[in-house]
């Protein structure tokens, strides 16, 4: 098995630096290199032996890019379901994630279900690398089905909804004596306040993940200029390469830089992932921490006292601001597993009232796309239920065309090296331009 894994990623591997070396050139290196090196070996000592104990033909193998203890209720309610079945749950960083599911169903190795964000299962429900699962998609939204959809057919069932918010800390806020922030400007106050006049951190957030760069510059611009009649035009423009990020986003960023002149994004935050930074707000060591509803659970258990609320971050105009996310996860079955039709029944269980319970457990906050179900948050996200009761929660990458997951990694990447210090904003805008037309030039 160990073999197997490794001749996986040796595949990946390959492919990456083919791509890297096409868009480098062959006679200069690029340290991406290293970094897909670094997957390999680190895949090779991930202590694949333990996969040779279970007996491949009970066993449902699932990939995902959810941190293990964010699948745990899923794996239970699974697990009670069929009890002559063996479960295992294969983590794969996000970073990594596509390019590793995209070489693993094209040589026939993936894992029997696999977690597929919509651009990556319109990309293999045309591949044919993943089975078309209509007949358990009926009573979904039309949100949750076009989410997965090919050629009028759905190629994975959809988990919950998610979003990134900002979780805060309520004892702090009281003893601050200032109250939520209602525009941007006062968000920064409030930082400035915490840092400067109590010696607290504002914010706790995992920017290890260049994501979280990316969903606050898109949150921001989601509630500016991208919700004007001509901003919402740039989706469909950048698609077909008849506008640029340089020219149309660039003019609007200054709100997001404003994080980094504020000290509210700082260099140490981008050697953080979301376990330390979670452990670090959980601790009362800052004021906020931006994450996803994953880390609802985690959170609370880190610290089961601690008192939360939930914003959004702020837009320039009251009362207008939006929260970053929707269906982005869903359910495939690999076609080429030998265990297909295990896979279908499970699959098939994920799409019922219990089994979106069980996803909705593991981020609550969320809601299912099931018609006419609707499940009771906490409390501690009363303050943004009316965002999440409307159309307000939004993937701006989602009309980016084809290629979004691509250039949303590009688009992150380069504003992580800003806060990084490594580059400066115009610089990065330069890269992400050229990075999309090669990107689209390979189309």
Excluded at 67 to 85: G, H, I, T
Excluded at 324 to 342: D, H, R, Y
Aim: proline residues 3%; negative net charge; contains cysteine.
């Amino acid at each position: 098995m160990k073999t197997r894994i490794r001749n996986i990623f040796s595949c990946v591997l390959s492919s990456v630096l083919l791509s890297v070396g096409v868009l480098s050139g062959c006679g200069e290196s690029d340290p991406r290199s290293d970094e897909f090196a670094q997957i390999l070996e680190d895949y090779d000592n991930s202590g694949s032996e333990e996969w040779d104990s279970y007996d491949p033909a009970t066993t449902i193998q699932i990939s995902g890019w959810l941190d293990e203890s964010c699948v745990k209720n899923l794996m239970a309610f699974l697990a009670n379901e069929y009890p002559n079945y063996n479960f295992k749950y294969r983590y794969i960083s996000k970073d990594s994630y596509e390019y590793i599911i995209d070489s693993e169903l094209s040589s026939k190795t993936a894992t029997d279900v696999v977690m597929m964000t919509p651009s990556m299962a319109k990309k293999h429900a045309k591949n044919r690398y993943i089975e078309d699962v209509s007949a358990y998609c009926d009573n979904f939204t039309d949100k949750g089905k076009e989410a997965f959809m090919y050629g009028n057919r759905e190629y994975a069932v959809p988990s919950t909804s998610d979003f990134q918010c900002i979780f805060y800390n309520k004892e702090i806020m009281q003893k601050s004596n200032q109250k939520l922030p209602l525009s941007f400007d006062g968000f920064l106050d409030l930082c400035d306040h915490l840092q400067n006049e109590m010696g607290i951190k504002p914010l706790s957030a995992g920017l290890k993940d260049s994501d979280k760069v990316a969903d606050t510059a898109l949150a921001l611009l989601a509630s500016g200029y991208l919700a004007t009649d001509e901003g919402k035009k740039f989706g469909s423009k950048i698609a077909y390469g008849q506008t640029t990020f340089l020219m149309e986003i660039r003019p609007y960023m200054y709100k997001w830089q404003n994080m980094c002149i504020h000290k509210v994004y700082t260099r140490s935050m981008c050697i953080m992932d979301d376990t330390a930074a979670i452990e670090e707000f959980a601790s009362g060591k800052s004021f906020m921490y931006m994450g996803g509803l994953s880390d609802y659970n985690r959170i609370k258990e880190a610290n089961p006292d601690i008192k939360l609320g939930t914003m959004a971050l702020s837009s320039e105009t009251i009362g207008r601001a939006v929260l970053i996310g929707g269906c982005n996860c869903g359910f495939a079955v690999n076609s080429f597993t030998p265990n297909k039709q295990m896979a279908m029944d499970v699959v098939s269980k994920i799409a019922t009232v219990d089994g979106q319970r069980a996803l909705w457990s593991d981020r609550q906050g969320s809601q299912t796309y099931l018609k006419n179900v609707v499940f009771d948050n906490p409390e501690e996200f009363d303050e943004i239920r009316s965002l999440t009761s409307t159309d307000r929660v939004v993937m701006p990458w989602n009309e980016w065309g084809s290629h979004s997951s691509q250039i949303y990694e590009v688009f992150g990447r380069e504003l992580q090296k800003v806060v990084l210090g490594e580059q400066s904003v115009e610089v990065a805008f330069w890269v992400i331009d050229d990075e999309v037309k090669q990107i689209l030039r390979e189309d």
